[in-house]
């Protein structure tokens, strides 16, 4: 009985469908832009074997709609076998090189060998995972059928299945959206929400009444949430920043509101920026509007240098949107931030344009990540030309950044896409881990916009035409930290990079979407014009921010 049933489900499967679900399954150990471990590499191959296998099924039954000639029961069987056999052999040789492949990248980042992928490992995380997406594809052709069947007699055949398809994708995508979305989201947002709340173990409330969370403050410690507590308590001194440079400094002002701190966008802004007056943010020489990302976390290796650089003579600011990750943030109130942010601006440039133009701060905005996407929906740039700001650093632009793309799409021909020029070079420019900032006969204008982005960073180099086609960023030539291994196939890659979105943040420093202190001052002295600092001290204070990290 037992022999029966797995000799019928043996055959139950496609050839044509193994076939391609196996050089699929293959071309999934190849790397891509972020280094794997056995599990995600092998829930990666499980998906990607399932993917190749539905498309080797979805020829197969075109062939036989169209009724092209059908080989023989004995050579099928054949054919099968010999199927099974080839694909084992396959499976075996690129799990053997997986990683020689994960040591590629690594090796560009800096990391260690791996002197294992674990294949035995990955095959069988990625047999479970391919068996648990071909039983549910199973179910729902059981379920259109079921459907379809019944709704025989009454409509014709082909008919019948239109309509079996249309229920059976509506009770699926009913569960989904229930069970995952619903369920899974809710539960996140709970999980998310109670995180924000704890207090972390370092942190005081702060007894200099000038800050964010005082007793003298507009805004209550405890509403702050976890990462808006944390930069207000962090952050370099005026005596850490005397001692660096040798000469007299002020303690850098930082206001934060939380998002318990008021219901909407608009009175989170409010507060702000009564907040910032309160602090004598407007008495400084520099003012940053800062986006955090998703969960309201301001990265101190992208304001802490720029705090240095100007002696602490500069007051920063930023509004809470959310408590979710970036991605989750993304997907389920994708507008949220852009509304956040474009509040807080409206309310800091519309008080900055009423002071008198040679006592107020330069104004400047800051992001990261998704802070990065919103930021650049802060305002639109006919709304300020009349009196702009000065300028504006973007750091790890999510790839459906608007502006962003529309700078990168018409960058200057023969530049790539992962470090490109723009026109001359007077309104914005690329960087990365080598400062490409000084651009030869380039002068700045009234604005200056820089974008600091890694070539191997996901979040920034997603691509949905992955899909069916290859990145320009995978051109050569490729970015310092791109595997030279790297190569493009269709549905893989993009399957490769969805995985690499999520995995993001679990590079190095320096790497992937984890951006590094040392190469935001090159960004900070072009965006904020230093000029009293000579090549030698910045080079020192990049080398005290690689110190802090050891």
């Known amino acids: 009985m037992l022999r029966n049933w797995v000799v019928r489900y043996w055959y139950s499967f496609s050839t044509t469908g193994l076939l391609i679900g196996t050089l699929f399954f293959a071309a999934s150990l190849t790397p891509t832009l972020i280094p794997r471990n056995y599990v995600t590499q092998g829930v990666l191959s499980g998906l990607s074997a399932a993917a190749g296998y539905g498309i080797g099924f979805f020829l197969r039954w075109l062939w036989h709609y169209l009724e092209l000639p059908e080989l023989e029961a004995r050579t099928l069987s054949l054919g099968k076998l010999v199927a099974a056999l080839g694909s084992g052999i396959v499976g075996i040789i690129f799990l053997w090189r997986a990683a020689e492949w994960q040591n590629s990248i690594r090796a560009v980042m800096g990391m260690e060998p791996v002197d294992t992928g674990h294949p035995l490992e990955v095959g069988a995380i990625a047999l479970i995972t391919f068996v648990i997406i071909v039983a549910l594809a199973r179910l729902f052709k059981m379920t259109l059928i079921f459907v379809s069947e019944r709704l025989r007699r009454f409509v014709p055949t082909r008919v019948s299945y239109v309509i079996g398809t249309t229920i059976a994708l509506l009770v699926f995508w009913s569960v989904a959206d229930g069970v995952i979305f619903r369920y899974g989201l809710r539960a996140?947002?709970?999980?998310?929400?109670?995180?924000?709340?704890?207090?972390?173990?370092?942190?005081?409330?702060?007894?200099?009444?000038?800050?964010?969370?005082?007793?003298?403050?507009?805004?209550?410690?405890?509403?702050?949430?976890?990462?808006g507590r944390s930069y207000i308590a962090t952050g370099p001194t005026a005596a850490d920043i005397g001692a660096f440079t040798g000469k007299p400094a002020k303690d850098p002002v930082r206001v934060y509101v939380g998002l318990q701190s008021a219901e909407t966008p608009q009175e989170r802004a409010r507060l702000a920026l009564e907040e910032l007056k309160r602090a004598g943010g407007f008495d400084r020489s520099a003012l940053v509007i800062v986006t955090p990302t998703g969960t309201g976390w301001v990265d101190e290796q992208g304001i802490d240098p720029v705090e240095y650089l100007h002696n602490g003579d500069i007051a920063s600011v930023a509004t809470q949107y959310s408590?979710?990750?970036?991605?989750?943030?993304?997907?389920?109130?994708?507008g949220y931030g852009a509304e956040q942010a474009r509040a807080l601006f409206a309310e800091v440039y519309r008080h900055w344009t009423t002071l008198p133009k040679d006592k107020r701060p330069k104004l400047y905005l800051y992001g990261l990540s998704l802070g990065a996407l919103s930021s650049e929906l802060s305002n639109e740039l006919f709304e300020v030309l009349g009196d702009p700001y000065q300028g504006a650093l973007w750091v790890g632009p999510p790839f459906p950044s608007r502006i962003w793309n529309s700078i990168t799409a018409e960058r200057n021909p023969g530049t790539p896409e992962w470090l490109p020029e723009f026109r001359d070079g007077s309104y914005v420019r690329f960087t990365a881990q080598k400062n490409a900032l000084a651009i030869p006969g380039a002068s700045w204008g009234p604005l200056r916009v820089v974008y600091l982005q890694y070539a191997s960073d996901p979040i920034t180099f997603f691509d949905p035409h992955a899909f069916y086609r290859e990145p320009d960023w995978m051109k050569t030539p490729r970015g310092p930290d791109v595997s030279p291994e790297?190569?493009?196939?269709?549905?893989i890659t993009f399957l490769q990079l969805i995985l690499d979105i999520a995995m993001g943040t679990t590079s190095p420093m320096g790497h992937g979407h984890v951006y590094a202190a040392e190469h935001y001052i090159d960004a900070w002295v072009e965006v904020t014009d230093v000029q009293d600092w000579s090549p030698e001290q910045i080079a020192r204070l990049k080398q005290h921010f690689i110190d802090a990290r050891k």
Not at 205 to 226: C, F, H, I, M, Y
Not at 323 to 334: D, H, I, R
Not at 486 to 491: K, T
């Open 188 to 227: 996140a947002d709970r999980s998310f929400q109670r995180l924000d709340t704890l207090m972390p173990p370092d942190t005081q409330q702060p007894t200099d009444p000038a800050k964010t969370g005082s007793a003298a403050s507009l805004v209550r410690w405890n509403e702050l949430g976890r990462m």
């Open 323 to 334: 408590y979710l990750a970036s991605w989750l943030s993304l997907l389920v109130e994708p």
């Open 486 to 491: 790297l190569r493009w196939y269709p549905v």
